[in-house]
């Protein structure tokens, strides 16, 4: 299984209104990617995965894709 990112990202912080960088981390179905592919730290990690959670409750992101 390779990473599908750079293993440093250029993003210092992950921001829920900036959906165009978050969806680079949601995998077709609508799912976040894990830490192997993204090849984030864990507070990354948890950061990237709370932005992403805000993102969908404010309708910025899908909760699911469509099939």
Same mark, same amino acid.
């Given at each position: 299984?390779?990473?599908?990112?750079?293993?440093?990202?250029?993003?210092?912080?992950?921001?829920?209104?900036?959906? $165009? /960088?978050?969806?680079?981390?949601?995998? #077709?179905?609508?799912?976040?990617?894990?830490? @192997? $592919? /993204?090849?984030?730290?864990?507070?990354? #990690?948890?950061?990237?995965?709370?932005?992403? @959670?805000?993102?969908?409750?404010?309708?910025?992101?899908?909760?699911?894709?469509?099939?």
């Amino acid at each position: 299984m390779a990473k599908i990112f750079k293993h440093r990202t250029d993003v210092a912080f992950f921001d829920y209104k900036d959906f $165009k /960088t978050l969806q680079r981390y949601v995998n #077709q179905f609508g799912q976040i990617e894990t830490r @192997k $592919k /993204t090849g984030l730290t864990e507070s990354q #990690q948890r950061q990237l995965a709370r932005s992403i @959670k805000r993102a969908r409750h404010i309708a910025l992101l899908p909760f699911v894709a469509h099939s």
